[in-house]
């Protein structure tokens, strides 16, 4: 972190102990400071219009004029409350509107979050200043936006079809870490799901705004988790940004707060856990009459993503099952099946190998190959016999394979039958 003082973590350090004396949330603390911008970013391009049945485009007043949104579309009976949830999409700018929030994409990367409207429960994907064509201001980075959030969830509390006990926030990657920063601005929110965030920033390359060290502080979460008031969930895949949660989990070391729960799910990255995991929230928000949540993480939040990569995993089984049916292979009797591993170096697939051979699967050689970048790297295969036509014989296999390769963080083929 750069400085011209001569003692700048003192300076800086009694400089925000003043501050932090009298504030109680990051508002607050955000009090007669006023963001430097060295880049004025404000997108041109309009809001693609989306399918009549599932968006219309709604305006909320926010502090520096009207801003537009998506707002989802249910039927209703006469008098329905139904529960919200702003959704935050990750991304440089955060929440950007697009046809991705209604196309329907591969669940291992479900950034819209649509399982939430799915569940009856209304949506609002909210544009944020100089997010699209006709929004004032400029993008900020996690400044004034932390407003908009705030004058979106107005915006939801003022219709008359809204539970305004049951309005939440959630979001993913840039979207989860602006959500942290809206529950340390505020306790509007009956509970807040915050999806592989930032503890910190995101790199002085990234920044639009003065590269200095409050500049910094007032964007980092991390500063700020004593001031979350609402029942807040902060998740990561073991194999996303697990520093991140590793940081958080140290803040509330030093300074607990029993409102914030972290979990870093093992196997999950930072992409392939988000709709398992809010698929469990959506259940238990339509569930949850009070708009209270408890989620634990041990009974209910691990298990959900297991649950979800086990139907993957089997579903998967069954279409290569299909695809060999198809070519015309008998599937019957005893056959072996095998996966190929890669890494850039032999000392994880010697490890695997003997893994797999303390499970009774055969190992080949490891072989080096040439990428067509020049750059070397490594492969070999684990084989194992299977009765064939047994699916219990199946999915073992295939979850054996899939757990060498994670446990040593290792790019795998799906398996195949070895005379393939």
Known sequence: MESKMRHPLIAITLAFITASAWADNLLSERAGFTTVLTEQQKITEAMPHPPAEIFKVVQYDSEIGPMSAYLSQHQLAENEKRPAIIWLTGGFPT?????????????DNEQSARVYRNYGIVMMHPTLRGGTKGNP??????????????????????????????????????????ALLVAQATDMFAGVIALGPSSDHYGKKRANFEWQDKEIYLRSPRNFMSYINTPTYIVEGE?????????????????PNDKVTTALIKGADHFNLIHSINT????????????????????????????????????TDLRILANLRSQGVVLDGKQAVESY?????????????????????SASAITEKTAKDG??????????????????????????????????????????????
């Open 239 to 255: 194999q996303g940004r697990a520093a991140n949660i590793k940081d958080f989990e140290q803040q509330l070391a030093a300074k």
């Open 280 to 315: 469990l929230f959506a259940n238990a928000i339509v569930s949850s009459k009070s708009g209270a949540l408890s989620i634990d993480v041990n009974k209910q939040l691990i298990p959900a993503y297991l649950t979800y990569v086990k139907k993957v995993q089997e579903t």
């Open 375 to 420: 750059s070397v790297f490594y492969m070999a295969s684990m084989s194992k016999s299977i009765d064939i036509s047994s699916l219990a014989e199946v999915f073992a296999a295939s979850k054996a394979f899939k757990t060498l390769a994670d446990e040593q963080e290792l790019y795998y083929d799906y398996w195949t039958l070895a005379s393939q």
């Open 95 to 107: 929440s950007s509107p697009g046809e991705y929030l209604w196309t329907e994409i591969d669940v």
């Open 341 to 361: 591993y890669y890494a850039r170096s032999q000392k994880p697939l010697n490890v695997i190998a003997q893994q797999a051979k303390a499970q009774g699967m």
């Open 137 to 178: 201001g400029v993008v900020e980075q996690f400044y004034g936006e932390v407003n908009d959030v705030i004058s979106a969830a107005k915006y939801l509390k003022s219709l008359d079809y809204i539970d305004p006990n049951r309005i939440y926030l959630g979001g993913h990657s840039t979207g989860g870490t602006l």
